[in-house]
């Protein structure tokens, strides 16, 4: 079984900074693609931003400059560092991992339970 955790949330003001985490863990051969998704409430379930094995980088519109995304390999995680925070971006964010797992070499799409950020004005 595949486990997603993300940890790091947390209130912040207009203008902090926070640093996410998500942590893959379980009979893993590979991950492929680890991506970060928002959803607020009322609001449909937006991408952040992706990584791919090889370092390819891809990011919403809304958070180009803002925000970075990055990943371990050697350790199974992922990070998202985001600065210069607004309102806007209060929601949960999902740590979204496409991994290979043992011994079938079986693909799995799995999600975490998310990490509740709140950007106050």
């Known amino acids: 079984q595949v486990q997603v955790v993300e940890s790091g949330g947390g209130l912040v003001q207009i203008g902090g900074s926070l640093r996410l985490s998500c942590a893959v863990s379980g009979r893993i051969f590979m991950i492929y693609e680890m991506a970060w998704y928002r959803q607020a409430p009322g609001n449909e379930r937006e991408l952040v931003a992706q990584?791919?094995?090889?370092?390819?980088?891809k990011y919403g519109d809304s958070v180009k400059g803002r925000f970075t995304i990055s990943r371990d390999n050697a350790n199974n995680t992922g990070h998202l560092q985001m600065n210069n925070l607004k309102p806007e971006d209060t929601a949960v964010y999902y740590c979204n991992a496409e991994v290979s797992t043992m011994p079938t070499l079986a693909y799995l799409e799995v999600r975490g339970q998310g990490t509740l950020v709140t950007v106050s004005s």
């Open positions: 990584v791919s094995s090889g370092g390819m980088k």
